[in-house]
């Protein structure tokens, strides 16, 4: 997929930045926020997550497991010249980076998660639709009012406009499974932000993981927007300049 690169700024620093980016989505929903925060002096990481960037097909031959490793990997990456890694996880990016912190026992010095899904808008309904006639659909396509057919959304996010309804499933064992009960291990300093009025993850899901991450230093920021990908905001400068603050916050 055109604009689908990994994104990696060297910038020389003991300071760096791994932003993982959301379900069926690329790096490219970082590329100003990349720059921003490289601007600021920080090496800056926006790793393919495993299935993502190439065709709705390689997603399917992926499991939950694959996504978690590449997250892994990137972070290894990263470490090698940075002795302090900040975590900004994007939708479900944010649940991946949640696992690999509960995995690393909470060695990374922060988690920033945008948008991170807990329920959904419709959730119940999107379950029980998945879980009865989805069996027989390989795919779901994502709304036409969102999503052009050339992978493309109306703002130009680089993303698959379908998802296989088997990566979907996985999608949400995962957050049953892995993210809900795993909220209390996490101990790092976290900045849980979420669009006011989010049009695919419930605003509750921002509630429901400040309440129950095991951080004693936790922060909730209610971002106005109508997308569900905040970094791609006309206000985007304002969120930017909020997860620096927190970044500056948390160094202190």
């Known amino acids: 997929m055109k604009g689908a690169k990994p994104i990696f700024i060297d910038k020389k620093s003991k300071k760096g930045v791994l932003m993982i980016h959301g379900f069926s989505s690329t790096p490219d929903e970082f590329k100003e926020l990349a720059v921003y925060l490289a601007g600021k002096g920080f090496n800056v990481s926006a790793p393919l997550v495993a299935g993502h960037g190439t065709n709705p097909k390689d997603l399917i031959k ?6 978690v490793n590449s997250v892994k990997t990137a972070y ?3 470490k090698e010249n940075s002795q302090n890694i900040f975590i900004i996880g994007n939708s479900f990016g944010s649940n991946l980076s949640l696992q690999i912190i509960k995995e690393l026992e909470n060695e990374p010095s922060a988690i920033i998660t945008l948008g991170a899904p807990i329920f959904l808008r419709w959730h119940k309904l999107f379950i029980c639709r998945l879980y009865s006639y989805g069996f ?6 994502k709304p036409p009012r969102l999503y052009k057919t050339d992978f493309t959304d109306m703002i130009d996010e680089v993303t698959y406009p379908k998802i296989p309804t088997k990566s979907l499933r996985q999608f949400f064992t995962f957050i049953k499974k892995q993210t809900r009960p795993n909220l209390k291990s996490i101990k790092i300093p976290a900045l849980v932000v979420h669009s006011d009025t989010d049009p695919v993850v419930n605003p509750k899901s921002a509630t429901y993981i400040y309440e129950h991450l095991g951080s004693d230093f936790k922060r909730i920021y209610w971002f106005r927007s109508k997308y569900h990908t905040a ?11 909020k997860i620096f603050d927190f970044i500056k916050e948390v160094k202190k």
């Open 62 to 67: 992926t499991t939950p497991q694959d996504w």
């Open 76 to 78: 290894s990456e990263l």
């Open 136 to 141: 027989l659909k390989r795919y779901y396509r």
């Open 231 to 241: 970094t791609i905001d006309e206000n985007r400068s304002e969120l930017f300049n």
